[in-house]
C-alpha cells in the first residue's frame, strides 16, 4: 500500500540556522499539506499546496516557511532562520479532494 | 468558526472494557469527520471517517456515527486491547479540496491487560 514517507526522521539544528525538511507524496495525489505538532499539544495547519501554489496557509506560516514542489516528487518545507519555538513534529500529508494521508513525521529539534 | 472538541484524557481503561470517546464538531456546511490514531512514537494513522450525515465509519474494531443533530462523531469500540493503547484525534473537513483539517486536542487511551 502506497504510503507518505518523510526524511529526515529527526533533525537538530542550531537557532538561527535553515532546515530542509523532505516529503514524498503518495504518487497520483494533487493536495499536499505541512502540519505541526508541538510536543505534548494539537496538531496545527500550516500549509497545504495544489497545482504548484499554496492554496492555504495558517498564521502560523510566516515568511520564515516556505514550501517547494521541486521535481514533481518530493514536496519540501524549508524554515529560514530557525526558532527555539519552532521544535516540534512537523508532519507532510498528501491526500484526494476527499482524505489527507499522513507521512510518519519529522522530529525537529531547535537548540 | 470551525472547530472540534473532544474528551479531556488520559482515559484508562482495562482491556476488554468498553471505549467511548467524545467528539463535537462546529462548522458551516457539511463537513467529512475524521478519527486518526497516533502510536506512540509514531505518525496519524486514518482510522475511519464519514462523509455525510448518519455515515458510520469502522475500522478495526472501532465505530463513529456522524450525527449532524448532536454535531458529534463519538468514537466507540466494544472491547478494547492493550494494542490500542495510543493518542487518538477527532479532525474535520469542510470539504473544500486542499483545506486545512481542523484536529481536536487528541484523547490519550492507556489500556491495561
Known amino acids: 500500500e502506497p504510503e507518505v514517507t518523510q526524511t529526515p526522521s529527526h533533525q537538530v539544528t542550531q537557532m538561527g540556522q535553515e532546515v530542509i525538511l523532505r516529503c514524498v507524496p503518495i504518487s497520483n495525489h494533487l493536495y499536499f499539506y505541512w502540519y505541526r505538532q508541538i510536543l505534548g499539544q494539537k496538531v496545527e495547519f500550516l500549509v497545504s499546496f495544489y497545482n504548484n501554489e499554496i492554496s492555504e496557509k495558517s498564521e502560523i506560516f510566516d515568511d520564515q516557511f516556505s514550501v517547494e514542489r521541486p521535481d514533481g516528487s518530493n514536496f519540501t518545507l524549508k524554515i529560514r532562520s530557525t526558532k527555539l519555538e519552532d521544535s516540534a513534529m512537523y508532519f507532510c500529508?498528501?491526500?484526494?479532494?476527499?482524505?489527507?494521508?499522513f507521512g510518519p513525521g519529522t522530529r525537529l529539534l531547535v537548540l | 468558526g470551525n472547530s472540534v472538541t473532544q474528551m479531556e484524557g488520559p482515559v484508562t481503561l482495562s482491556e476488554e472494557a468498553f471505549l467511548t470517546i467524545n467528539c463535537t464538531y462546529t462548522a458551516t456546511g457539511y463537513p467529512s469527520l475524521f478519527w486518526y490514531v497516533q502510536y506512540p512514537g509514531e505518525g496519524l494513522q486514518l482510522l475511519l471517517k464519514a462523509t455525510k450525515a448518519d455515515d458510520k465509519g469502522s475500522n478495526k474494531g472501532f465505530e463513529a456515527t456522524y450525527r449532524k443533530e448532536t454535531t458529534s462523531f463519538h468514537l466507540e469500540k466494544g472491547s478494547v486491547q492493550v494494542s490500542d493503547s495510543a493518542v487518538y484525534f477527532c479532525?474535520?473537513?469542510?470539504?473544500?479540496?486542499?483545506?486545512?483539517?481542523?484536529f481536536g486536542k487528541g484523547t490519550t487511551l492507556s489500556v491495561s491487560s
Open positions: 500529508a498528501s491526500g484526494t479532494q476527499e482524505t489527507q494521508y
Open positions: 479532525a474535520l473537513d469542510t470539504n473544500q479540496a486542499g483545506t486545512a483539517l481542523i
